[in-house]
Nanobody, 113 residues
C-alpha cells in the first residue's frame, strides 16, 4: 500500500491550494479515504472524509465551507481543494486510508503573508 501526497506549498491568506494523493497497492475504489493534518505542537486532526464511491463526505468543523474533498477512482487519486486559506490552516497534511490504517508521508501547507 502506498499513498503519495503532492500539491503543498506556501500560499498567502485567502489563497487556494489543491492537494492530491495518489494511491497504489490496493483496490482504491473499494476504500473510504480521508485527509488529516497536524500543526506543530498539536494533535493530528481529521480534515475531511469521503466514501468509496465519493457520494458521501464529512468535514471537520474548522474547514467546513472552505475545503472540498473529492476522488477520481479511474486515477486512484483523492483530492483536497482548499479555498480561503487562513494562517491556522498551516500544517502537514496527510492522506489516510482508515480501513487497515495506511498513511502517506505528508505534504507541508504554509499559509503566510
Amino acid at each position: 500500500v502506498q499513498l503519495v501526497e503532492s500539491g503543498g506549498g506556501l500560499v498567502q491568506p485567502g489563497g487556494s491550494l489543491r492537494l492530491s494523493c495518489a494511491a497504489s497497492g490496493f483496490t482504491f475504489r473499494l476504500y473510504e479515504m480521508s485527509w488529516y493534518r497536524q500543526a506543530p505542537g498539536k494533535e493530528r486532526e481529521l480534515v475531511a472524509l469521503i466514501s468509496s464511491a465519493g457520494s458521501n463526505t464529512h468535514y471537520g468543523d474548522s474547514v467546513k465551507g472552505r475545503f472540498t474533498i473529492s476522488r477520481d477512482n479511474t486515477k486512484n487519486t483523492v483530492y483536497l481543494q482548499m479555498n480561503s486559506l487562513k494562517p491556522e490552516d498551516t500544517a502537514v497534511y496527510y492522506c489516510h486510508r482508515p480501513v487497515g490504517t495506511a498513511w502517506g508521508q505528508g505534504t507541508q501547507v504554509t499559509v503566510s503573508s
